[in-house]
């Protein structure tokens, strides 16, 4: 009885290799888009949860809630910033100005975002978002209260291959507190939304 050895040859196995080599050689591109879009998706989904979160307890602790930029968000007394939204807390704010100070027992931090990758450039049209007890958000007197926060990376707001999308992620929170993410091309081109710098 004859054996014959089963294997793969070595022009089999060049086939395969040069398969895999034309494969990767395309996929690889795209991956690295796919890599960065899903940065911007991540941080933009996380301040879209902040500041539902913040609305959420506005409503059922009835006392405004803050969402606000702050450049230590991670430490226990972290404090609001004038900077954009690179990092971020929502806190209980009952004396309704926009301003996490640590000596006031009543403004506990609710939920933290932590600094985000430095990559990316935010740009906002103010530096915290204010939720009343009735769940809308509010403009405070003398305060910059943000409205729409955009977050890009080095492609701007430019449109990802023919699909009138924007690579950039911007965040809109609407007069009666309803927020969302969008990268629609006409939304972004129109006031007041910020520019990507």
Avoid: Y
């Avoid at 050689?25 to 795209?30: L, V």
């Avoid at 796919?34 to 539902?52: E, K, P, W, Y």
């Avoid at 409503?59 to 971020?88: L, M, Y």
Wanted: with cysteine; net charge negative.
């Amino acid at each position: 009885m004859k054996t014959r050895n089963t294997g793969f040859t070595l022009m089999e196995l060049m086939i395969v290799l040069a398969l895999a080599a034309v494969i990767l050689a395309i996929g690889a591109p795209n991956f690295n888009e796919f890599r960065r879009n899903n940065r911007l998706t991540g941080v933009g989904n996380d301040l879209l949860g902040a500041v539902q979160t913040a609305r959420n307890e506005a409503i059922k602790r009835q006392v405004p809630v803050a969402v606000c930029a702050s450049a230590n968000p991670g430490d226990d007394d972290a404090e609001c910033s004038d900077a954009d939204f690179t990092g971020w807390i929502v806190f209980a704010d009952p004396d309704n100005n926009c301003a996490r100070n640590d000596a006031d027992p009543d403004e506990d931090v609710i939920r933290v975002g932590h600094t985000i990758d430095p990559a990316l450039t935010v740009n906002s049209t103010g530096s915290c978002v204010s939720f009343g007890a009735n769940g809308f958000r509010q403009t405070l007197a003398g305060i910059d209260t943000a409205g729409n926060i955009l977050f890009c990376d080095d492609r701007g707001t430019a449109e990802q291959a023919g699909t009138g999308l924007s690579a950039a992620r911007a965040i809109e929170v609407s007069a009666t507190g309803r927020s969302r993410v969008t990268r629609d091309l006409v939304e972004l081109a129109a006031a007041p939304w910020p520019a990507c710098p």
